[in-house]
């Protein structure tokens, strides 16, 4: 059993840079493949990144030299440092677990409540 909590959404500007993070309840945390997806308004959630110790890292081409996704262990949580942020980014964005992994959303069995980002001109 997973439980995900996100954090550090807001309000930025185009340009800024915010990090968000994905508390990771449990002792299982390397058994998974850890991901962000993101959905806005009347949108289809869409895959972001996603992270695991063996298999490494993977982004969608659309954040892919701008968002950088990593874990640390230690504190149990995931990060999303996202860059050079764009209006179209805004979105929720959801943490979450998969032990399959990928960038299917139907891959993820565990998914955090979501944290707003916003990104005005």
């Known amino acids: 059993q997973v439980q995900l909590a996100e954090s550090g959404g807001g309000l930025v500007q185009a340009g800024a840079s915010l990090r968000l993070s994905c508390a990771v309840s449990?002792?299982?945390?390397?058994?998974?493949?850890m991901g962000w997806f993101r959905q806005a308004p009347g949108k289809e959630r869409e895959f972001v990144a996603f992270t695991h110790w063996i298999s490494g890292s993977y982004y969608a081409d659309s954040v892919k030299g701008r968002f950088d996704i990593s874990v640390d262990n230690a504190k149990n949580t995931v990060y999303l440092q996202m860059n050079s942020l764009k209006p179209e980014d805004t979105a929720v964005y959801y943490c979450?677990?998969?032990?399959?992994?990928?960038?299917?959303?139907?891959?993820?069995?565990?998914w955090g409540q979501g944290t707003q980002v916003t990104v005005s001109l």
């Open positions: 449990g002792r299982t945390f390397r058994n998974y493949h």
């Open positions: 979450a677990a998969s032990t399959l992994g990928g960038s299917k959303e139907t891959s993820y069995e565990y």
